[in-house]
């Protein structure tokens, strides 16, 4: 039967492949200079300002799924930015990196 089973969480990013050419892409949508690794502790995200790092969180972390490092939060001595799902970290880190939001779909009718 067609759609039995669990309803789905969402996006799933399976293996530090996925994850890698995921953050490609978008850096490249963003037009950031940046590089993106594969490191023990996540995916490294190496920009001219400094170094970023985007972790899956620990199974016992939930609702938090992932887990966004930035140079200004280890300055400060703060923890990880704490996000739900892939979207929100990448939202994270794209205004971490100062990138522009782009243009938003709106449908429907406007006022």
């Known amino acids: 039967m067609a759609g039995a089973g669990p309803p789905s969480t969402g996006m799933t990013i399976g293996t530090d492949a996925d994850l ?29 300002d400094g170094m970023y790092l985007l972790q899956r969180a620990a199974p016992d972390q939930r609702p938090i799924r992932w887990l966004l490092h930035t140079p200004e939060r280890r300055a ?25 939001a782009g243009n ?8």
């Open 20 to 48: 890698r050419a995921l953050l490609i892409d978008c850096v490249t949508l963003w037009r950031i200079d940046a590089r993106i690794a594969a490191c023990d502790d996540g995916m490294e995200i190496v920009v001219n």
């Open 76 to 100: 400060a001595n703060r923890p990880p930015r704490a996000a739900p799902s892939i979207g929100a970290a990448l939202t994270a880190l794209r205004n971490a990196l100062g990138a522009e």
């Open 104 to 111: 938003k779909l709106r449908i429907g009718a406007t006022a």
